[in-house]
Nanobody, 119 residues
Framework: QVQLVESGGGLVHTGESLTISCAAS???????MAWYRQFDAPGRQRLFVAAITKDGGTNYEEYLKDRFTISKDNTRNTVYLHMTGLKPEDTAVYYCKAKSTPAGEFEYWGQGTQVTVSS
């Protein structure tokens, strides 16, 4: 079972940049990785932010693709989300997910890291 630990969240001001990390307990070479976020409201679902396949292909939520960049370092078993031009509406808990390949039968989530953007 893969354990995922997010880090790097914190308080930033509008317009600033922040990179958050997701460290896996084992190799991510055979996992498709993704970032989701959850806003602070009752019943809110985790919303897709970005994904990177085991082969390095990327996919983004359309309205975030100009400001957010997902990347990974297989040698460090770590996935990153670089966020620029942050806005108060980006305030959320950001979660990392690993999905096994090729069938995707296993999914693992981290505990999340809080990103707060002040106006």
């Amino acid at each position: 079972q893969v354990q995922l630990v997010e880090s790097g969240g914190g308080l930033v001001h509008t317009g600033e940049s922040l990179t958050i990390s997701c460290a896996a307990s084992e190799s991510i070479k055979n996992y498709n990785m993704a970032w989701y976020r959850q806003f602070d409201a009752p019943g809110r679902q985790r919303l897709f932010v970005a994904a990177i396949t085991k082969d390095g292909g990327t996919n983004y939520e359309e309205y975030l693709k100009d400001r957010f960049t997902i990347s990974k370092d297989n040698t460090r078993n770590t996935v990153y989300l670089h966020m620029t031009g942050l806005k108060p509406e980006d305030t959320a808990v950001y979660y990392c997910k690993a999905k096994s390949t090729p069938a995707g039968e296993f999914e693992y989530w981290g505990q999340g890291t809080q990103v707060t953007v002040s106006s």
